[in-house]
T-cell receptor, first 112, second 111 residues
Framework: DQQVKQNSPSLSVQEGRISILNCDYT??????FLWYKKYPAEGPTFLIS?????DKNEDGRFTVFLNKSAKHLSLHIVPSQPGDSAVYFC???????????FGQGTILTVHP | ETGVTQSPTHLIKTRGQQVTLRCSSQ?????VSWYQQALGQGPQFIFQ???????GRGNFPPRFSGLQFPNYSSELNVNALELDDSALYLC??????????FGSGTRLTVV
């Protein structure tokens, strides 16, 4: 039972353009959502999060949008840079940043 | 301020053997969680320890067990290793339930 799904295994974007990574969830008890970035041979690094009481959170080039009725969240990266190339995981929690349920990940490649 | 460190980085074990993986939490962090990441998948929650007590467990059999020590370092023990246990094992620490910091993981191969 995959409670958090990232349906796009990979995404390729030109440098300077927008990257949009999507994530769907099924468990209505989730109330915190996070995005992590992972480079090879490193652990996941926290990027940005959003509480279910909000529909948008912005941090520099990164913006996360949450649509609770659709059980969908997305991460926008503008402008995309080659250094953003990594695997991106969305994760959800039912208790503030407690046990995290991860999606399968999306490989983002930003071409110069 | 040091981050989360895990040892060893790589390990090869034979089916049926036992393995112990170690994690040193970030300074000031009293909560540690362990995750298993199979190839091509997202990390899956194994269990969480808070002040030396297990306070949450995922869908993993009892042969996966853990310990958290008074200095908040932690161990993950896996008995009777199976081929499907081959994965990257990640440790994450935090102060209570806020802001998890992940280590780089231990790559376990069971042959």
């Amino acid at each position: 039972d995959q409670q958090v799904k990232q349906n796009s295994p990979s995404l390729s974007v030109q440098e300077g353009r927008i990257s949009i990574l999507n994530c769907d969830y099924t468990n209505s008890m989730f109330d915190y959502f996070l995005w992590y970035k992972k480079y090879p041979a490193e652990g996941p690094t926290f990027l940005i999060s959003i509480s279910s009481i909000k529909d948008k959170n912005e941090d520099g080039r990164f913006t996360v949008f949450l649509n609770k009725s659709a059980k969908h969240l997305s991460l926008h990266i503008v402008p995309s840079q080659p250094g953003d190339s990594a695997v991106y995981f969305c994760a959800a929690s039912g208790t503030s940043y407690g046990k995290l349920t991860f999606g399968q990940g999306t490989i983002l490649t930003v071409h110069p | 301020e040091t981050g989360v460190t895990q040892s060893p980085t790589h390990l090869i074990k034979t089916r049926g053997q036992q393995v112990t993986l170690r994690c040193s939490s970030q300074s000031g962090h009293n909560t540690v969680s362990w995750y298993q990441q199979a190839l091509g998948q997202g990390p899956q929650f194994i269990f969480q320890y808070y002040r030396e007590e297990e306070n949450g467990r995922g869908n993993f059999p009892p042969r996966f067990s853990g310990l958290q020590f008074p200095n908040y370092s932690s161990e993950l023990n896996v008995n009777a290793l199976e081929l499907d246990d081959s994965a990257l094992y990640l440790c994450a620490s935090s102060f209570t339930n806020y802001g998890y910091t992940f280590g780089s993981g231990t790559r376990l191969t069971v042959v």
